[in-house]
């Protein structure tokens, strides 16, 4: 199974899925969690051209390319291997950041940005999305509360960039809602946890 977590910066998904990772892995299901951009070694370097906060000259459309790329690295390495051993992959950030961050928060269109990224994904879907929704201003403010997260060039967008990429996420949950899952990250990082829990068990039963 493949699932997927997306949502604005600050949702504080990273935290909530490590203690639900180790409830599932005391159950005995082998997972693999990574993340994107990076998960693997080329990925990863992909990950530190995007990401870098120096690189402001970097163009809209050779960001949405690179970010392609580095995800076409990341399935052919690990991600589909992984699943074909029989392991549960939990990756942070797939297809659908790109869609809210290039495509609504960038402005170059859910549509263009999808074509991109079908070509580098074979047209391959997540089995299952969690998408942890927060208001932005309480995102951002968790950011600049938390001295040990890595600040990286993104989080430098002013606000208006992360409310359309908030905005974009809630239109993807509406339009892909077979896959999607919505969790509340306004709660406690437990009460966070427990849904996100609920949410992987209900899939995985059903499967």
């Known amino acids: 199974m493949f699932i997927t977590l997306e949502g604005p910066e600050g949702s504080g998904k990273t935290s909530a899925v490590k203690i ?3 409830r599932l892995a005391k159950e005995g299901y082998s997972i693999i ?3 994107e951009p ?5 990925a990863e370097q992909i990950r ?9 000259a970097l163009d809209p459309r050779a960001e949405a390319l690179l970010y392609a790329a580095s995800r076409r690295q990341h399935l052919v390495e690990k991600v589909w291997p992984a699943i074909k051993e029989g392991k549960i992959v ?7 950041s790109s869609l809210a961050y290039q495509g609504g928060a960038r402005g170059l269109g859910v549509d263009e940005i999808l074509n991109i990224n079908l070509f580098a994904t074979e047209g391959k879907w997540p089995d299952l999305t969690l998408l942890f929704d927060i208001d932005p201003r309480i995102g ?3 950011i600049n509360k938390n001295a040990n997260r890595e600040v990286n060039r993104l989080d430098l967008e002013k606000l208006e960039f992360h409310l359309k ?3 974009t996420f809630l239109k993807l949950a509406k339009q892909y809602q077979d896959r999607y899952v919505i969790i509340d990250a306004s709660m406690s990082i437990e009460e966070v946890a427990e849904a996100t829990y609920k949410a992987i068990k209900d899939k995985l039963n059903a499967n």
Do not use: S, Y
């Not at 990076?38 to 080329?42: A, D, L, R, S, Y």
């Not at 530190?48 to 906060?53: A, F, G, M, P, T």
């Not at 939990?90 to 659908?96: A, E, G």
């Open 20 to 22: 639900v990772v180790e």
């Open 33 to 35: 969690q990574t993340r």
């Open 38 to 42: 990076g998960g693997t070694p080329i």
């Open 48 to 56: 530190d051209v995007i990401l870098d906060k120096a690189n402001t």
């Open 90 to 96: 939990i990756c942070d950030r797939f297809l659908d």
């Open 140 to 142: 951002l403010e968790r």
């Open 165 to 167: 990429v908030r905005e």
